[in-house]
């Protein structure tokens, strides 16, 4: 039972464009989505985050946009940048037994063309 | 701060051979946590532990141990290695105060069974 899914492995996007990763979950008790970077050979960086109970956050190039009623959240990058290239992981948190942990999607691989 | 870091960056074990992942994190956070990696898939959290003296299963524990004597340190145990533990192992800490649940990863330490 995958609760957090990204449907697509991957993602190439022309430098200068607008590049839109997806992540859709079914457990309603999750209370924050974050999204994290990774390189090759590099452990998760994280990017963004948002709370359950926004819809909208921004952060410089990156804005993340939750859809509850859909249980759906995006990753929005403009001007998407070469550096940008990794694979792109959503995560949700929730406090589960006592603990507050993170379930991961399978990732995005995002390609910046120049 | 170094944040959270792993030792060895890679391994390579014989089937039925044991070994010890080692992590430190020098941010004073209460929460850790272990991962695995599969090729194509998210993180599988393997055991977590939210102070020193507290841990717990996540989600894939069987064939791993893991102790907390100190805040700092958080090393997980492999005994009898098979080839289904071949993975990129991944440990996290993080503030449970910080708010956004955000957790901080160490470079990962690639694990081969052969």
């Known amino acids: 039972d995958q609760q957090v899914k990204q449907n697509s492995p991957s993602l190439s996007v022309q430098e200068g464009r607008i590049s839109i990763l997806n992540c859709d979950y079914t457990?309603?008790?999750?209370?924050?989505f974050l999204w994290y970077k990774k390189y090759p050979a590099e452990g998760p960086t994280f990017l963004i985050s948002?709370?359950?109970?926004?819809d909208k956050n921004e952060d410089g190039r990156f804005t993340v946009f939750l859809n509850k009623s859909a249980k759906h959240l995006s990753l929005h990058i403009v001007p998407s940048q070469p550096g940008d290239s990794a694979v792109y992981f959503c995560?949700?948190?929730?406090?589960?037994?006592?603990?507050?942990?993170?379930?991961f999607g399978q990732g995005t691989r995002l390609t910046i063309n120049p | 701060n170094a944040g959270v870091t792993q030792t060895p960056k890679f391994r390579i074990l014989k089937i039925g051979q044991s070994m010890t992942l080692q992590c430190t994190q020098d941010?004073?956070?209460?929460?850790m946590y272990w991962y695995r990696q599969d090729p194509g898939m998210g993180l599988k959290l393997i055991y977590y532990?939210?102070?020193?003296?507290?841990?717990d299963k996540g989600e894939v524990p069987n064939g791993y141990n893991v102790s907390r004597s100190t805040t700092e340190d958080f090393p997980l145990r492999l005994e009898l290695a098979a080839p289904s533990q071949t993975s990129v192992y991944f440990c996290?800490?993080?503030?449970?105060?910080?708010?956004?649940?955000?957790?901080?990863f160490g470079p990962g330490t690639r694990l081969t069974v052969l």
């Open positions: 941010m004073n956070h209460n929460y």
């Open positions: 948002i709370s359950s109970i926004k």
């Open positions: 457990n309603s008790m999750f209370d924050y």
């Open positions: 996290a800490s993080m503030d449970f105060a910080g708010g956004q649940n955000e957790q901080f």
């Open positions: 995560a949700a948190s929730a406090l589960y037994q006592g603990a507050q942990k993170l379930v």
């Open positions: 532990s939210v102070g020193a003296g507290i841990t």
